[in-house]
Nanobody
């Protein structure tokens, strides 16, 4: 599976962005997929994840009720709708795919990674 993230950009605080992550490969729908983010000088943090059927979703407390993760298995695409953005959301956002739903918050459990897309929120 290869992942290609896009949709980042510069937005004012309170604004919205939608990130997309297109997967190539035949088995996208078999994987749990998620979004992580990394600010300069900081560790890569979990943002959100969803299981293969969208029956289960999980969010970091810092983004709950503002971000929504979704996937379209027919299009092999993962989305992250980000609303009410804050300056502290500024980071490079990465999509990832893995099989260990039980440890979905752990970046080391993801096998495939996209290249990252920059999100900058100005105050």
């Amino acid at each position: 599976v290869q992942l290609q993230a896009s949709g980042g950009g510069l937005v004012q605080a309170g604004g919205s962005l939608r990130l997309s992550c297109v997967a190539s490969g035949r088995f996208f729908k078999s994987y749990a997929v998620g979004w992580f983010r990394q600010a300069p000088g900081k560790e890569r943090d979990f943002v959100a994840a969803t299981g293969w059927s969208m029956g289960s979703t999980s969010y970091a407390d810092s983004v709950k009720d503002r971000f929504t993760i979704a996937r379209d298995n027919a299009k092999a695409t993962l989305y992250l709708q980000m609303n009410s953005l804050k300056p502290e959301d500024t980071a490079t956002y990465y999509c990832a795919a893995g099989t260990d739903w039980g440890r979905r918050n752990d970046s080391s459990r993801y096998t495939y990674w996209g290249q990252g897309t920059q999100v900058t929120v100005s105050s």
